[in-house]
């Protein structure tokens, strides 16, 4: 009985020949290599399981949220930013640029479709990706959609699935517990002791906008980090960094950031923010743990209005008590605590390419192909100018053998 289910299954599953590369998330990097595809007149597919494109930034972020780095660091290939936005783009901003990016090359995702499981088909060499469609008939129940060609495109980045840490006694806590994916403004959280769980960027300024809403946060400082100024004399840090490593050695470079944060803001460590040993260039590189770019939160934990904690112990009804042993009372928590990718959770047989932790093994700029029609866009931890670099060299790769492969079927046509 069991076999004829399967049969049945199989049967009643509808499949979709791609006469092109399968493309999974319509996020930045997806939208990158398909314009770059559509420049080269290659056919595709975007699966999206949203029901838009960008949904991190539309559904995901914070309503104070900006590009942390200039917008010429963070556009997608063939399409520069608006000469009249600011050089730091706003959230709304941002999400305007990708919508007109999608038009601008007829750009259509399949929306609603939740990727379940993408394999490679040793037998006749090509790519099966399972979809689930939501709502797919007029009883809104889902469907199951098969999608079959020659390449497949991971493009769902590093940033697809909160990472939410165990946290002992978190369920006894009984006040509001929310990731920073479900924060949208410290309005709600006016005359509230709010505890941040996490001090990168999403930490610090969700901690600095609680504070512009007279709310008292308490962010939880419990690893060694590097806290850079965004600008230095009305310059990126971020473009000075460029510049630094195309002429110095990576650790002179580091050495030489390291030195300007401390002009700027001082010894942090009398903040309660240790500096890690290792330079935050090289951080960056080997392990994927981004500087914090300061637009304002070290001046209000300077000023106390952002109090630095250490580590949590645990969690107790309205408190939490932290490592030096210290007890807070606490009226809502918000876990800063990242993201990761979910690429291990749907892509099978891919160990040879990706880590377990969803990222490619090769090292940038080195990470975007893998074997047997296999690519990833977006996982450099280079942000959104890794994901352009990764989106220009897998359209040209694919491009070429695109039209190697098509080749031989136009000759076959135009014989007599």
């Known amino acids: ?27 930045p990097s997806g939208l990158a290599v398909g314009a770059c595809l559509s420049e080269q007149g290659v056919p595709f597919v975007i699966l999206e399981r949203a029901d838009c494109i960008a949904s991190l930034w539309q559904k995901r972020t914070y309503d104070r949220l900006r590009l942390h780095l200039p917008k010429q660091f963070c556009q997608l290939p063939k399409l520069p930013f608006p000469e009249e936005f600011p050089e730091y783009p706003t959230r709304k901003q941002f999400i305007g640029y990708l919508e007109s990016y999608a038009k601008q090359f007829e750009i259509s995702p399949r929306f609603n479709q939740s990727v379940q499981s993408a394999k490679y088909d040793e037998t006749s060499g090509l790519w099966r990706v399972t979809a689930v469609v939501a709502g797919d008939d007029s009883r809104n129940r889902s469907a199951e ?4 060609g020659r390449w497949l495109v991971a493009a769902t980045g590093e940033n697809a699935e909160k990472v939410v840490p165990e946290l002992e006694g978190l ?83 580091d050495r030489i950031l390291v030195v300007l944060a401390w002009l700027v803001f001082g010894n942090v460590e009398k903040l309660g923010l240790k500096r890690p040993s290792t330079g935050p260039l090289e951080l960056k590189n080997t392990q994927g743990r981004t500087p914090v770019l300061d637009i304002g939160a070290l001046g209000k934990i300077r000023s106390g209005e952002i109090k630095v904690v250490p580590g949590i112990k645990r969690f107790i009804e309205g408190k939490v008590e932290l490592v030096d042993g210290q007890l807070l009372d606490v009226d809502s928590v918000i876990l800063a605590t990242g993201y990761r990718s979910n690429v291990p959770r749907w892509l099978r047989g891919s160990d040879f390419f990706f880590s377990k932790d969803g990222l490619p093994k090769s090292p940038f700029p080195n990470g975007w192909k893998g074997s047997s029609g296999l690519y990833a866009a977006g996982f450099t931890r280079r942000g959104l100018s890794g994901a352009a670099a990764d989106a220009v060299r897998i359209a040209d790769d694919i491009g070429r053998l695109w039209k190697e492969e098509s080749e031989p079927a136009k000759k076959l046509i135009c014989l007599p």
């Open 171 to 253: 369920e006894e806590f009984g006040g509001d517990v929310k990731h920073a994916c479900d924060y949208k403004s410290g309005e709600a959280y006016r005359g509230k002791r709010v505890l941040v769980v996490g001090c990168g960027n999403s930490g610090m300024e969700v901690s600095l906008d609680l504070c512009d809403h007279d709310a008292s946060p308490s962010m939880v400082v419990r690893d060694s980090v590097h806290v850079l100024p965004r600008e230095v004399l009305g310059k990126s840090t971020f473009e000075l960094a460029v510049l630094l490593m195309k002429w110095l050695p990576l650790w002179l470079a």
């Open 1 to 27: 009985m069991a076999g004829v289910a399967d049969r049945d299954e199989l049967l009643s599953r509808r499949c979709v020949w791609v006469n092109g590369p399968i493309i999974v998330g319509a996020g």
């Open 145 to 148: 959609v098969e999608y079959i």
